[in-house]
């Protein structure tokens, strides 16, 4: 009988063991899906000559939890608000050294207007690009920072505009989100210099050099330019049948040019082209390289995706940007 007792004991103590161990053996395709990936299959819709995207899909559970992210508008959508405008910023008595670092944003309107670091707006008394990533209130008005990106001129875009319109210095319009090379150096640096130099860099390589020295000046009628009309063309409509698709890992040749992640996919949808028209300054001109392989870009945005978890912070190499308790844009610096 105690024989009889201990071999039923035996087996039933096996049996647990062997239930215990399961997950341990669990393989990958078992596991709990990320809320974040990437699409690595090739689909020519995502690729123009040297520029290959690849998406970034978010689980439902992450569009849910983002969901009133999609209510913001963006900085192109704010400026054509009545109520909503950027000007020069007022010195009030303060050192006037380095008056083109600042600019006021007043927002007259019912609207919350996203301003990402990269943004680039044009006119006032030089083209500016946004220093950080900025959440503009309803009925408010506030100062931020900037870096010139047109180092020859420092007087109104209209020399005829009336006085009135002058002082006011009013910024005539959005432009687009800055290249992957200006935005490192205004993210990265914080070094006025240095965001000249990368402004220069990428306007010479387009083509694109102007007597004011200005970013914008990449949209003067050149062959570089119909180059890079092809890429748009061609790539601006990627995603649209797409509802889950919030981001995106630019790579041209042998190395990744940039990663874009939102909260939302309307919001991601509502930035693409902004962020497809930097991405393609580069992509554009770029040397001949063999393609980066499949594991060096999930490296890559392994290292970016990571900071979607709720305490993550950003670090030297990539960037978060959270409001109201979610994240709202995750970037490669």
């Known amino acids: 009988m ?22 341990l053996s669990v393989s990958k395709n078992d596991s709990k899906q990320s809320p974040l990936s990437i699409l690595t299959e090739e689909n020519p819709d ?78 006032g008394n030089q083209d500016r690009v946004i220093a950080h990533h900025e959440v503009i209130l309803p009925m408010s008005v ?12 420092s007087s109104y875009y209209n020399p005829a505009a009336p006085a009135a319109e002058k002082e006011a210095a009013a910024f005539k319009g959005y432009y687009n989100i800055a290249s992957p090379q200006v935005r490192r150096a205004v993210q990265n640096t914080g070094n ?17 050099e102007s007597s004011t020295k200005a970013y914008t000046a990449l949209d003067n009628q050149s062959q570089e330019k119909a180059q890079r009309d092809a ?12 509802t889950d698709v919030v981001g995106v890992v630019a790579v041209c040749g042998d190395h990744v040019l940039g990663i874009d992640i939102f909260g939302n996919p309307d919001l991601f949808h509502r930035q693409y082209s902004a962020l497809l028209h930097g991405y393609v300054a580069e992509a554009a001109v770029a040397s001949p390289a063999t393609q980066i392989s499949e594991n060096q870009v999930q490296s890559a945005f392994d290292k970016v995706s990571r900071l979607a978890t709720p305490h993550a912070k950003s670090n030297e190499g990539a960037g978060k940007f959270a409001w109201g308790g979610s994240w709202v844009h995750l970037f490669g610096k």
């Open 192 to 208: 006025q210099q240095e965001v000249w130099d990368a402004v220069a860099k990428v306007t010479k390589a387009n083509n694109a």
């Open 142 to 153: 506030r100062n931020i920072e900037v870096f010139c990106v047109e180092a020859g001129r």
């Open 2 to 23: 105690k024989k009889h007792f201990f071999l039923t004991l035996f087996a039933i103590t096996a049996l647990g063991a062997c239930v215990n161990d399961t997950p």
């Open 231 to 242: 890429y748009l063309q061609h790539l601006e409509g990627s995603f649209t049948a797409r």
């Open 46 to 123: 995502w690729q123009h000559e040297n520029l290959r995207l690849y998406p970034v899909v978010a689980s439902a559970e992450v569009i849910e939890a983002n969901a009133k992210i999609k209510s913001l508008k963006t900085l192109a959508e704010g400026m054509q608000l009545p109520g909503f405008r950027i000007m020069e910023q007022k010195q009030f008595g303060r050192n006037a050294e380095a008056w083109y670092h600042g600019l006021t944003v007043q927002n007259k309107t019912q609207d919350t207007v996203l301003i990402l670091s990269g943004d680039v707006v044009k006119g």
